[in-house]
């Protein structure tokens, strides 16, 4: 499963449905291992040139321009969350005909 995956559940339904504990473990030490693995081949591969793209100058204000984005969206969502309630459209109420 990818990363983003809830591991628990897949622990907790090997011992709902009684999978053998030897078998669950070599298992998910063998796909933990390639996991890893495949992680530590790309970081030995792309790892310098990486490095030197987030060292670079212009990684730098794109991460710069990223957060002021963030911020002032967060600036608009909070200030729309803290306005008056009487600023705010009324809703009709279903039962007032």
Do not use: N
């Not at 499963?1 to 298992?27: C, N, Q, S």
């Not at 990684?59 to 729309?80: D, E, N, P, T, Y």
């Amino acid at each position: 499963m990818p990363p983003p995956f809830p591991f628990t559940p897949i622990v907790a339904a090997a011992g709902a449905f009684e999978y053998p504990r030897k078998k669950l473990l070599l298992v998910l030490a063998g796909a933990r291992g390639a996991r890893f693995l495949i992680v530590a081949l790309l970081a030995q591969h792309y790892g310098r040139r990486l490095i030197r793209v987030i060292e670079s100058p212009g990684f730098r204000w794109f991460v710069i321009g990223l957060i002021l984005i963030s911020l002032a969206g967060s600036a608009v969502v909070v200030h729309r969350w803290l306005r008056p309630v009487k600023s705010r459209p009324e809703a009709q109420p279903a039962h007032s005909r």
